[in-house]
Each structure stands twice: as structure tokens, then as C-alpha cells.
């Protein structure tokens, strides 16, 4: 009789030991599921971002430019607020443990995200992103955009984090954000990710210096976007060797479409430049 009390006894208490485990391990799991939805959303949500590039942006100029569908994503917005929920999601301590490549391509990400959202908030009734300003206020100076737990502006995007000297030192960033203007580079068809960023970052630059609407060999003159004249330092700052805006351009002289002879006729001062006037339209198909 003792013996089989025992027996029922050690029993009670094996199987007491492993239902409390198995409470300890999902409490555990719970625990790591909620402290990890803002990682996780840096990456899987960029998957409906992929969604509606893809739906609602067109390639254009043999490729080299993109026009916007709004009215795709005004048909979609919902997909696009969601979206945008999902960066809202990450904090500031979970932003700055990811890798450098994973934190630009989220900023690229969202700083596009949020102009198009922006222009959907007049969408159809405007030609231009200038015309969400005022005479003495800027559509990017707006503060509407609840990231990374605080409330900011598109300049605070570009200007305060992705421009900021020591952050990213990165130049070609200027030919990725997209600023829903013409005279843009193009809103790239699909997110930009932290493992694929430098490939997406040069073709970027490959497309938008190739693109002769906007940079051109013409009349003895290099003729050039007003990007370069606005961000000159940053062209300038060292990258890739390139110690001033010739320099840089020397990298990519081929994309230009200019010629050996042209290429150092460009890096020696004898090429001169010319910056074009900016087409601030609104890039609707």
C-alpha cells in the first residue's frame, strides 16, 4: 500500500514539474514574440511595401524613370496605412541594435512611404507635393509621421538622420528618396533591404545619371540636375575618393555618356556644368 502511494505520489509531481515547465516555456515564448515584433517588422513588412510599388508604380523612359499610379494607392490605402503602422511599431533602442544597411534602407523606406501618404492627403485636388505648403511653410517641414517614438517631419527623415555627418555618409541616398516630383529620381519599384542595399543604391545611380532628361552632354556643356548643385557637399565629402562634385561625376562617366576624353576634361575643369532648372510636377502617370 505504501508502495503504490508513492508511486501515485511521484507521479503527481513528474507530471506537476512538466506542466509547469511547459507554462514557463510559452511565457518565455510570449515574452520574445512580443519584444521581437518591432525586429521583425523592420523585415517582413517590407513585403507589402513590395506589393504596392509594384502595383502602383510604372516604369517609364525606357526604364530609367518611374511615374506614380495615386490613384492605386488611394484605391489601396489601407494596405499603405498599415504599412505604415508596421514602421510606427519599431522603437528607437530596436532601430539603433540593427546593422548599419538595415537602418538606411528602413529610413529610405518610410521617408517614401509617408510622401506618398502625404500627397494622398489633398489627392486629386494638387500638381505639385509645393502645393501641401504655404507661403511661409513647407510640406516637409510638417510633422506628421510617428516613428521610432516620436513625431517628425520628412526633413527630420532626410535631413536629421539619413544626412546627418557621421550617420551615413552615404551620397547616392539622393537617388533613392523620392520626393513625388518629376524632377525626382525614380520611386523605385520595390523596398529597398538592408542585404541588398548597396546593389539597389548603384542601380539607382546608374538609372538616374543615365536618364537624359535630367543629365546630358550638350553644346560643350555637362548638363545636370539641381540635386547636385543643393547637396554639393555631399557629393563631396570624400566618397569613394571623390573629394569634390567632379570627382564624383568622374566616377560615373560612363553613365553620363561621356567619353574618355570628355571624362577628363570633366575632372580637370575644362567640361563645364550646368545645372538644370528642377520640375517640381507632381510624378502621376
Known amino acids: 500500500m505504501k508502495t503504490r502511494l508513492q508511486a501515485v505520489l511521484s507521479r503527481f509531481r513528474n507530471s506537476h514539474r512538466a506542466a509547469r515547465r511547459g507554462m514557463l516555456f510559452a511565457l518565455l515564448m510570449l515574452v520574445l514574440l512580443i519584444l521581437g515584433r518591432p525586429a521583425l517588422a ?21 526604364g530609367a524613370s518611374t511615374a506614380v499610379d495615386y490613384d492605386c494607392f488611394a484605391a489601396r490605402r489601407d494596405e499603405l496605412r498599415r504599412y505604415l503602422d508596421s514602421l510606427s511599431q519599431v522603437d528607437a533602442e530596436t532601430f539603433a541594435s540593427r546593422p548599419r544597411d538595415d537602418r538606411l534602407a528602413f529610413l529610405i523606406n518610410a521617408y517614401n512611404a509617408w510622401t506618398v501618404e502625404l500627397i494622398l492627403t489633398e489627392w486629386p485636388d494638387l500638381d505639385s507635393i509645393r502645393d501641401l505648403g504655404g507661403l511661409f511653410s513647407s510640406p516637409w517641414k510638417k510633422e506628421f509621421i510617428p516613428l521610432l517614438g516620436t513625431t517628425l517631419s520628412l526633413d527630420d527623415i ?39 542595399l548597396e546593389e539597389q543604391l548603384e542601380d539607382q545611380t546608374l538609372r538616374f545619371l543615365g536618364d537624359r532628361s535630367r543629365n546630358r552632354l550638350r553644346n560643350e556643356r555637362l548638363e545636370i540636375t539641381s540635386l547636385f548643385k543643393w547637396y554639393g557637399d555631399d557629393f563631396s565629402a570624400g566618397w569613394r575618393g571623390a573629394e569634390d562634385l567632379r570627382a564624383f561625376l568622374g566616377l560615373y562617366a560612363n553613365a553620363l555618356g561621356l567619353d574618355d576624353a570628355a571624362g577628363r576634361d570633366l575632372e580637370s575643369g575644362d567640361l563645364k556644368l550646368r545645372f538644370l532648372d528642377y520640375d517640381w510636377s507632381l510624378n502621376r502617370r
Not at 167 to 192: M, T
Open 42 to 62: 523592420i523585415e517582413a513588412s517590407t513585403q507589402s511595401w513590395d506589393e504596392l510599388l509594384q502595383a502602383c508604380v510604372h516604369d517609364i523612359n525606357d
Open 158 to 196: 532626410e535631413h536629421g538622420m539619413i544626412r546627418k555627418a557621421g550617420s551615413y555618409d552615404e551620397p547616392r541616398i539622393h537617388f533613392a528618396v523620392n520626393c513625388a516630383s518629376i524632377g525626382c529620381p525614380a520611386l523605385r519599384r520595390e523596398a529597398y533591404r538592408g542585404d541588398r
